[in-house]
């Protein structure tokens, strides 16, 4: 469940401690779904279910804080499916093993409760379900107020104060002091009374403005293996979407604060945040450290070729692909690069180019013969080591012949669950081993980076997969809506990718898991996710199915639906390297 719900995002930190975030994409699309694939098989039958009456909710657990003030779902199980279900007096479909799942009102403010009542002939079975809801909001004084704050919501106009889920009309946004800026509050002088001059405020006593710094990671000089997965995130904003991934080590500026996070100066026109547990200060004495980029050279490998640039101190950096390109910007970076030494004179690198492109950033552009496959930032030694990994050569009659494919069938921890009980882990174990089998038939080598239920930490699943050398990285998983999204209407198949790199192999196995489990097509989505963002190899998130749904429970709990899941997956990853080979031989 990493998509459209509540979703789990992690990275490697230096700590290698778990980092989670929420966040909801767009709404599902509601496209028709492909021609073709409305011939696919139906989803299994639900078998009928003749136990006794035993209401249970599933969602939302008791005492749940329920996010949306109009309607909601509610789903569960009653323990047969012959018997009939009314929540607060509304019937409810049970289906025939027993699941149900209904949209209703939220409860009153003065009664924060659903009264579950199953019936089977004379049989009678009541539960009370206690929730909690969010608080009224505030009622505008002017009934014309509603339309001016839509009209302005629909504008952007910032002239509007968010409070709650509306924007009260006549109300500046107010600019956050920081506690820790140098410049003094603006002097106000009271009007003068019967001629008296005013008395002048007492002058500003000026702050220490001596540069201070902080070191990501705490880690010291080069304490740290080149070859590590340890890095230390940068954000826009305070709490905000994960950007830069830093080397430990790191020494930035700091120009302030805000609640648990440290404002750092990556150059002078750009600052970002990274959370103060990451980011101990500097020893005393220690002053901003001079970055100079000079001779470049580029060394082939069987595998990989190296751009290696000596500077002599770790750089803020980011790396974005532009067609057969990298450009890699390097933050607080002065360049003085004459001469770049093909060595090997390997033609996988065309060329490599550098621009100083403000006085203290400079950007280098990697022109490779063929697309970009993945990359990895190292650092060795006052060396900046940018390596570009080559493409797989891809026998296109049988194009998973000798790959490693990693195969991350998703969570424990946490996860969805299903109306009868059905956790996500286990369902999506059922189905990586069905992947791990198809890999196998078809010549690939697969990489589990889990075999049982014991639990793995988000942050492993990523490095299992780059260093057992993985060429693609499956993530599986099942989904879930967010509170106030009426779950009949939105539902299907979607996947996720981040990296440029890896949108062709989203949307083959998204073409390929529609047509092979035949629900609704929700498309392919750019998303920020901890199995989505490894770039030494193309990775992406799978949501096959809605778990929340009873009979997309039901059809997950089948052997032959599993199979459809795993062949979708098997058949988009063939697909991919297929076309890769086709790629690489034009």
């Not at 993945?374 to 570009?388: A, I, K, N, S, T």
Request: proline residues 11%.
């Amino acid at each position: 469940m990493n998509v459209i719900s509540t979703r789990v995002a992690a990275h490697s930190v230096v700590a290698i401690a778990v980092v989670t975030s929420a966040c909801t994409p767009p709404a599902p699309s509601t496209a028709p779904i492909p021609v073709g694939v409305a011939t696919a098989p139906a989803l299994p039958p639900i078998p009928l279910v003749s136990g006794p009456l035993a209401p249970r909710v599933v969602y939302p657990s008791t005492n749940a804080i329920i996010q949306s003030r109009d309607s909601n779902f509610i789903f569960g199980s009653v323990g047969n499916g012959n018997a009939s279900l009314t929540i607060n007096g509304t019937a409810v479909r049970v289906y025939p093993n027993g699941a149900f799942l209904g949209w209703l009102a939220v409860p009153r403010q003065d009664a924060p409760q659903y009264d579950i009542v199953a019936a089977l002939g004379a049989d009678t079975a009541r539960i009370t379900h206690v929730v909690r809801l969010l608080p009224p909001l505030p009622l505008p004084r002017d009934s014309t107020a509603v339309d001016t704050l839509a009209a302005a919501a629909r504008e952007g106009d910032d002239s509007f104060l968010l409070f709650g889920a509306a924007r009260l009309p006549g109300m500046s946004r107010v600019p956050v002091r920081d506690s820790t800026s140098t410049r003094p509050a603006p002097a106000t002088v009271a009007p003068p009374r019967g001629g008296v001059p005013p008395v002048a405020p007492p002058a500003a006593v000026p702050r220490d403005t001596t540069p201070t710094f902080v070191v990501l990671g705490g880690i010291p000089n080069d304490s740290l293996p080149p070859d590590t997965d340890r890095v230390v995130i940068v954000r826009p904003t305070p709490g905000g979407t994960y950007k830069w991934f830093l080397f430990p080590g790191t020494v930035l500026q700091t120009t302030g604060k805000e609640g648990d996070f440290v404002r750092v100066r990556l150059d002078t026109q750009l600052e970002a945040f990274v959370a103060s547990a990451d980011a101990p200060p500097a020893p005393p004495g220690t002053v901003a450290p001079r970055r100079i980029a000079t001779n470049a050279e580029v060394l082939p490998g069987a595998d990989y070729i190296d751009l290696v640039i000596p500077i002599g101190a770790r750089p803020a950096y980011f790396v974005e692909q532009r067609g057969n390109s990298f450009e890699l910007t390097l933050y607080g970076m002065r360049a003085t690069t004459d001469i770049i030494a093909y060595r090997g004179n390997d033609p996988f690198v065309r060329t490599v180019e550098w621009v100083q492109e403000t006085n203290d950033r400079a950007r280098f552009t990697v022109h490779l013969r063929d697309e970009p496959f993945g990359y990895l930032v190292l650092w060795e030694r006052g060396r900046l080591v940018f390596r570009v990994r080559r493409p797989p050569i891809v026998d296109p009659r049988h194009p998973l012949r000798g790959l490693v494919i990693a195969v991350d069938p998703g969570h424990p921890p946490v996860g969805a669950t299903g109306p009868t009980g059905l956790v996500e882990a286990q369902a999506t174990l059922w189905v990586g081993q069905r992947v791990q089998r198809l890999l196998s038939e078809r010549g690939a080598i697969p990489v589990m980076t889990r075999t049982t239920m014991a639990p793995v930490e988000l942050i492993a699943r990523p490095i299992i997969a780059r260093r057992a050398n993985a060429r693609a990285l499956v993530s599986i998983h099942l989904n879930a809506l967010p509170d106030g999204i009426n779950p009949f209407g939105a539902h299907g198949t979607g996947t996720y990718f981040f990296r440029a790199q890896s949108e062709a192999l989203a949307r083959a196995v998204q073409r390929n898991m529609v047509a092979r489990m035949g629900l609704r097509d929700l498309g392919v989505y750019y998303d920020n996710l901890a199995l989505t963002r490894p770039t030494w190899m193309p990775s992406i998130l799978c949501e096959g199915a809605f778990l929340m749904l009873p009979e997309q429970e039901a059809a997950l709990r089948t052997p032959e639906f599993q199979e459809r899941y795993a062949r979708g997956i098997v058949d988009g990853l063939e697909e991919y390297f297929r076309g890769l080979a086709s790629a690489t031989a034009r």
